[in-house]
């Protein structure tokens, strides 16, 4: 079978994939998504949901899909306060530092629907859904991605960005460093008592880290990391258990809790990639990195790597191959640093509140409010954070 020639084959039809696609409607590029399933709106609220910085929803109002979100259900996150050991506590505040909003909390499946829209929309994007790869061969003048029902692509580029378990990565062997943490994400949505006030609340418990992320109205969104014993503890629990529990897990700072959607759980790891392009290759998203939630950085990560690839692709001149594995280096070289950075930063986290040395709780307690105390120091690292730099 003859194959169908594009510039850019896009492996995935996730955040990251359907961003990329969005940030090259105004060039040239003939791109083809491959997705297997359409994404679609559960009834009621979606248990999956981003916190979302201030730099990635630029991104997506200058990719045309953050102005099209419905704002009655995008929530803007004004504060966080932090707790850990013995009553220490970090409070940032977006007055405190200067702008807006810290971020929003979104549903994964409003962000995903709204993408697919514009994507079907755009000129030059080939939408093959439902599609499965099958098979990949790397040419010195192509790519060549052979789908499951026989249809042949041909690509000067491909770019996987089919998640964690990246069929692209694993088909041409660029390995991944795996770290299980031996810890499940538990998440759920819920109605509070009391009013939220756009304050995102995170503890560092015994048990893990809890996190309660402000939705639209009267609702959070869950996101407990704790040991697989634990989670599977938690997931068994009826309804009225498991809203009692998490309410006193905070110390019923909102009141009671009626659960709006099940639990749910995933497992945790950090998953680090030494290369994330090879020749016609370039990795985005998920398939390029994992860290720990305790950030809420996951996807403002993909969608930062969509955003940089792009930036390298539209500035390519049409005589230059988009293929090229030193031109491909530049967007590694671009993204490096920050990806390093949060999965260093989270691992060590992680390692400092799940340890119980002797002597490190008082330490931990007294970091915690050292910085606390120091508005400059805070204040820095809520503008580091959301990209505000």
């Known amino acids: ?14 955040l990251a994939g ?35 910085s201030p730099a ?37 505040s977006a007055y ?9 909390i979104l549903e994964s499946s409003l962000m995903a629907c709204e993408l697919w829209e514009n994507v079907k929309r755009q000129a030059n994007v080939s939408v093959l859904c439902p599609a499965t790869p099958q098979a990949l061969e790397i040419g010195p003048e192509a790519a060549i991605l052979t789908l499951g029902d026989g249809r042949v692509l041909s690509a000067r580029l491909l770019v996987g960005a089919d998640g964690r378990e990246s069929w692209v990565r694993e088909t041409l062997g660029l390995p991944s460093i795996n770290t299980p943490y031996g810890e499940m994400g538990v998440v759920a949505n819920l109605e509070c008592e009391r009013p939220h006030r756009g304050i995102a609340r995170q503890w560092f418990r015994d048990d893990g880290v809890l996190a309660w992320l402000p939705m639209a109205g009267d609702r959070v969104s869950i996101v407990w990391s704790t040991p697989d014993a634990n989670a599977r503890s938690l997931l068994a629990m009826p309804a009225d258990e498991l809203c009692a529990t998490v309410a006193a897990a905070g110390d019923r700072q909102l009141g ?29 998203g998920d398939a390029a990195h994992a860290i720990h939630p305790l950030s809420g950085h996951g996807i403002n990560l993909g969608y930062q790597d969509a955003r940089a690839l792009a930036g390298v692709l539209a ?17 590694q070289r671009e993204r490096r640093e920050e990806t390093l950075l949060m999965q260093a930063t989270t691992h060590a986290l992680h390692k400092l509140f799940r340890q119980d040395l002797p002597g490190l709780r008082p330490l931990r307690k007294l970091g915690m409010n050292l910085t606390n105390a120091l508005p400059v120091v805070k204040n820095s690292l809520v503008r580091y954070a959301i990209g505000a730099f």
Request: glycine share 8%.
């Open 256 to 284: 009671a809790f009626r659960l709006l959607t099940s639990a749910a759980a995933f497992p945790l790891r950090l998953m680090q990639v030494p290369r994330v392009v090879a020749r016609r290759l370039a990795l985005i």
């Open 56 to 92: 990635n929803a630029a991104f997506l109002q200058a990719i045309g899909a953050w102005q099209h979100m419905a704002a009655e259900r995008i929530a803007p996150i004004y504060a966080m306060q932090v707790f850990g050991d013995g009553g220490a506590k970090l409070d940032f």
């Open 1 to 14: 079978m003859q194959a169908a020639e594009f510039d850019i084959v896009i492996v995935g039809g996730g």
């Open 18 to 52: 359907l961003s990329l696609a969005c940030a090259l409607r105004d060039t040239r590029l003939r791109i083809a998504l491959v997705e297997h399933r359409a994404p679609l709106r559960p009834p009621g609220w979606d248990a999956r949901v981003y916190a979302i």
């Open 315 to 331: 500035a390519t001149p049409d005589w230059q191959d988009i293929g090229n594995e030193r031109l491909l280096a530049r967007y």
């Open 96 to 104: 405190q530092a200067g702008i807006r909003e810290l971020g929003w």
